[in-house]
C-alpha cells in the first residue's frame, strides 16, 4: 500500500500540473465574474490578467461611440461641467467625453480597482488634447457606494454604465446597488442626472429604483429611453433626477 502510494506521487507529469492549475485560474475567475462581480479581488484579478500583454480597453455593454449620441445632449452650458464616471473600469466613456465634448468638461473616472485606475492613468498619458483646452480628465481609487472623496453636490452628471448591474447580479447585490445610488444622489448638483446604462428590462429596474426612492425619502424623477440593440442585446438609459436636494445634505 504504501509503495503503490509512492508510485503514485512520481509518475505525476509537470507539465499535466502546469496545464490542470492553468485551467484552475481560469475556471477560477470565470466563476468570480459569476458569482462575486462585487469584490474588488475579482476586478483587480480581471484587469491583471486582461491587461497582461497589450492595454485595451474594456466596456460593459458598449463604448463611447456608441453611446456618444445619447450622452453628449447631456453636457450643456459655457461654464465647466462636472462628470462622476462610477465604476470606470477601463472603459472608454469618461476619455471619450473629455476627447470630444465641446463645452469645457472636468470627468472624474473612478473604481476601487487600483489596478484598473493604473492602466487609465498610464494610458492618459497618450490621450490626444481634447476638443475644448480647459477640459480635464482625473482618474481616481474610489469605491462607489462611499464616494467620501467628494463633497455633497458637486457633479452635474453621474453615469453608471454596468456598475449597478454588477452589484445587482451578486449575493447581496440589492442593498449595494441601493448604496451607490444614494451616492450618487449625494454628490448630484441641483437640476442633475444620474445616467445609468444597462440590458436590464424597466420591468424589473424601474421597480428596484422605485424602491430606492421610497427608501431614500427623495423626490426623484425616474425616465427610461431605449437605446436599441447592439450585439443583439437590447440596452437602455436610466435617467434618474433629484427633484428635492434638501433631505440629502
Known amino acids: 500500500m504504501g509503495l503503490a502510494k509512492i508510485c503514485s506521487r512520481a509518475i505525476v507529469c509537470p507539465l499535466r500540473q502546469a496545464v490542470w492549475v492553468r485551467s484552475r485560474q481560469r475556471s477560477s475567475l470565470s466563476d468570480d465574474l459569476t458569482y462575486n462581480m462585487d469584490k474588488k479581488a475579482t476586478w483587480d484579478r480581471f484587469y491583471t490578467e486582461n491587461q497582461a500583454e497589450r492595454f485595451?480597453?474594456?466596456?460593459?455593454?458598449f463604448g463611447y461611440d456608441v453611446v456618444s449620441e445619447f450622452l453628449l445632449p447631456f453636457i450643456r452650458g459655457k461654464h465647466s461641467f462636472s462628470v462622476l464616471d462610477v465604476g470606470c473600469g477601463t472603459s472608454d466613456v469618461g476619455p471619450g467625453l473629455y476627447k470630444h465634448s465641446a463645452t469645457p468638461v472636468h470627468v472624474f473616472c473612478v473604481d476601487f480597482s487600483c489596478v484598473a485606475v493604473e492602466h487609465m492613468r498610464h494610458q492618459f498619458l497618450n490621450l490626444p488634447k481634447p476638443k475644448n483646452c480647459r477640459s480635464e480628465l482625473h482618474f481616481m481609487e474610489s469605491d462607489a457606494t462611499e464616494l467620501k472623496e467628494f463633497q455633497s453636490q458637486s457633479f452635474?452628471?453621474?453615469l453608471d454604465k454596468g456598475t449597478s448591474d454588477a452589484l445587482l447580479r451578486a449575493s447581496d447585490g440589492a442593498k449595494k446597488a441601493s448604496?451607490?445610488?444614494?451616492e450618487c444622489l449625494r454628490v448630484l448638483k441641483p437640476h442633475g442626472n444620474i445616467l445609468q446604462f444597462s440590458d436590464e428590462d424597466p420591468d424589473a429596474r424601474i421597480p428596484f429604483l422605485q424602491q430606492a426612492n421610497k427608501d431614500s425619502g427623495q423626490d426623484l424623477s425616474i425616465a427610461v429611453q431605449e437605446l436599441g440593440s447592439?450585439?443583439?442585446?437590447?440596452?437602455f438609459m436610466y435617467i434618474i433626477n433629484l427633484q428635492d436636494l434638501g433631505s440629502v445634505l
Open 56 to 61: 485595451k480597453h474594456f466596456d460593459w455593454f
Open 156 to 158: 452635474n452628471l453621474v
Open 179 to 182: 448604496k451607490v445610488l444614494l
Open 230 to 235: 447592439f450585439r443583439g442585446v437590447n440596452y
